[in-house]
T-cell receptor, first 114, second 113 residues
């Protein structure tokens, strides 16, 4: 069973606009969430994370929002740039239980059109 | 500062064979995890090694085994290969027992014919 879900396989956005990538999870024990970006022929690269004690974390053009009641998080990229075109994975872990393996979604392919 | 490195980059095997994949963690990291990423899927956790012992294991059969060496590098071994084992195998490292962010290597693409 997929505990982390990314229901949009792909997203296209014009350069300079906002990109919003969504992620849902089912396991209420998840307390730490991460976004990774993956280019072809490379491993996933860490982008940004958020703890369940927060509802927002910002790092430059990237902001992650967490809605615990809805078990939903989103990644906002503003402004979007062509170099942001990649596959984005949402991941979650249960830090409080000491388990720190990551559960990943299936990814969303973002294409930023110049 | 070298990141996570993996070898080989690509590998082709036939059903029933055995394979060994290798990983060197990022400098300063002592914990290594292995993930399998099938085509069109997200990475799935295989197991994690810390202090040369398997600390945690995902839902993978015993055909998947591993090892961590005193220098923190790690190997993933898969016996009796099946067609379904074809995937990108990713190694990730982090520091110690703290639940820090994991950093991934470029992966090894395994094809089983």
């Amino acid at each position: 069973d997929q505990q982390v879900k990314q229901n949009s396989p792909s997203l296209s956005v014009q350069e300079g606009r906002i990109s919003i990538l969504n992620c849902d999870y089912t396991n209420s024990m998840f307390d730490y969430f991460l976004w990774y970006k993956k280019y072809p022929a490379e491993g996933p690269t860490f982008l940004i994370s958020i703890s369940s004690i927060k509802d927002k974390n910002e790092d430059g053009r990237f902001t992650v929002f967490l809605n615990k009641s809805a078990k939903h998080l989103s990644l906002h990229i503003v402004p979007s740039q062509p170099g942001d075109s990649a596959v984005y994975f949402c991941a979650a872990s249960e830090r409080q239980t000491g388990a720190n393996n990551l559960f990943f979604g299936t990814g969303t392919r973002l294409t930023v059109i110049p | 500062d070298a990141g996570v490195t993996q070898s080989p980059t690509h590998l082709i095997k036939t059903r029933g064979q055995q394979v060994t994949l290798r990983c060197s963690p990022k400098s300063g990291h002592d914990t290594v995890s292995w993930y399998q990423q099938a085509l069109g899927q997200g990475p799935q956790f295989i197991f994690q090694y810390y202090e040369e012992e398997e600390r945690q294991r995902g839902n993978f059969p015993d055909r998947f085994s591993g090892h961590q060496f005193p220098n923190y590098s790690s190997e993933l071994n898969v016996n009796a290969l099946l067609l379904g084992d074809s995937a990108l195998y990713l190694c990730a490292s982090k520091h110690g027992g703290a639940a820090d962010t994991q950093y991934f290597g470029p992966g090894t693409r395994l094809t089983v014919l």
